[in-house]
């Protein structure tokens, strides 16, 4: 069975730093996605991760994988108050796909 | 493009009643799937579809039933609706794993339930 953990859970950082979130899972595959949730909202495609050293950029973020590692990490740069939000990375196993339980992000002024 | 369409968007249910989640989508993707959101927990696959007929358990399926008779309707229902299904649900389709086609779930809007 696929495990897909994060850390942190909860991340409180100020405007203009850096910070990175980790997603590790428990079992080999190939793809994985991140994804944003604003409060009381659907969930929204940010990145698509398709192979061993992905990496994609969107403006202040960064996503890689490294799926020898079981590992990605989302990179973010210069934190403004609009990346607040809840990221989920979710690991395609079959057809399906297993979510970890989500990173809190408040960017503070 | 609609994408997917779930309906309603909020219920209040009583326990012990049933009802029909809706969701629809445009896409002519052939997987569909429910999942439930709770605190904490991440999303949680309930059931899914690769197909019109074709219908799958996922980690909770207890308490749900599905069909999917149809490419672009994927219903849940809710037998007999107990306090512990109080969550927001989301539909999500993406095109077939395996078909070199990956851009991820298409998300529905979610529906708000609560069981009192």
Redesign the interface.
């Given at each position: 069975e696929l495990k897909?953990e994060q850390n942190p859970?909860f991340l409180s950082m100020q405007e203009g730093k850096n910070y990175t979130i980790y997603c590790n899972y428990s079992t080999t595959s190939d793809?994985l996605?991140w994804?944003r949730q604003d409060p009381g909202?659907?969930?929204e495609?940010l990145f698509?991760l398709?192979s061993n050293g992905a990496v994609k950029q969107e403006g202040r973020l960064m996503a890689s994988l490294d799926t020898k590692a079981r590992l990605s990490t989302l990179h973010i740069t210069a934190a403004v108050h609009d990346l607040s939000a809840t990221y989920?990375c979710?690991v395609?196993y079959?057809?399906?796909?297993?979510?970890?339980?989500?990173t809190r992000l408040s960017v503070l002024p | 493009n609609a994408g997917v369409t779930q309906t309603p968007k909020f219920q209040v249910l009583k326990t012990g009643q049933s009802m029909t989640l809706q969701c629809a989508q445009d896409m002519n993707h052939e997987?569909m799937?429910w999942?439930r959101q709770d605190p904490?927990?991440?999303?949680?696959?309930i059931h899914?579809s690769?197909g019109a007929g074709i219908t799958d358990q996922?980690e909770v399926p207890n308490g749900y039933n599905v069909s999917r008779s149809t490419t672009e309707d994927f219903p849940l229902r809710l037998l007999l609706a107990a306090p512990s299904q109080t969550s927001v649900y989301?539909c999500a389709s993406k095109p077939?794993?395996g078909t070199g086609i990956?851009?991820?779930?298409?998300?529905?809007?979610?529906t708000r339930l609560t069981v009192v």
């Open positions: 897909v859970l793809r996605y994804y909202k659907s969930l495609s698509v398709l989920f979710a395609e079959g057809q399906n796909f297993v979510f970890g339980p989500g | 997987y799937s999942y904490g927990m991440g999303l949680r696959l899914y690769v996922g989301f077939l794993s990956y851009y991820g779930y298409t998300f529905g809007s979610g």
